[in-house]
């Protein structure tokens, strides 16, 4: 079973306010990965990190969307100014390497109202 | 760019009949095929992974192979069981890409009825 771990499990937020969720990878997993799950089930991926260091990235041309992996303090993933159709489950996922299988977390699924 | 496609929609199916959901892919570079299941409400898990030597994985009674020359990563049992009425997602991730992110398919909603 999968030992990742976010939070909050559930965020609701007017439109218009930051929208911050917090994952922590399973032990040993230098790298994580967010991916956006939507109210029709598609996923998208956003972002990965191995250790501090993004290795991939969506193009974010918003620029709404920011994350980080700091040292010692869970990785994040914040909306600065959360829209409806930011409404959605956001998956942190971990793994061994970037070629290892990738552990799910159960998500933080916010609801922009 | 890399794509999914999977059987769509929902396949319903009675208990102990044979399931085969379809995947197809498109890429650039040799990628690697993955079948995750998400039962409601809990985390996508991997249910099967591709190899690159051509063994077929089996997990819960599952199996996949891997077809290059047809592209193909289609999801079977022998058996289907009231537990595995899911959300059935085919992945993949280029061997190429730095990062390994997951390319999704639109997902199959199975479900097994007694």
Partial sequence: ?113 | GDSVTQTEGLVTLTEGLPVMLNCTYQSTYSPFLFWYVQHLNEAPKLLLKSFTDNKRPEHQGFHATLHKSSSSFHLQKSSAQLSDSALYYCALSEANSAGNKLTFGIGTRVLVRP
């Fill in chain 1, 1 to 113: 079973n999968s030992k990742v771990i976010q939070t909050p499990r559930y965020l609701v937020k007017g439109q218009g306010q930051k929208a911050k969720m917090r994952c922590i990878p399973e032990k040993g997993h230098p790298v994580v990965f967010w991916y956006q799950q939507n109210k029709n089930n598609e996923f998208k991926f956003l972002i990965n990190f191995q250790n501090q260091e993004v290795l991939q990235q969506i193009d974010m041309t918003e620029k709404r969307f920011s994350a980080e992996c700091p040292s010692n303090s869970p990785c994040s993933l914040e909306i600065q100014s959360s829209e409806a159709g930011d409404s959605a489950l956001y998956l942190c996922a971990s793994s061994q390497g970037p070629w290892a299988e990738q552990f799910f977390g159960p998500g933080t699924r916010l609801t922009v109202l």
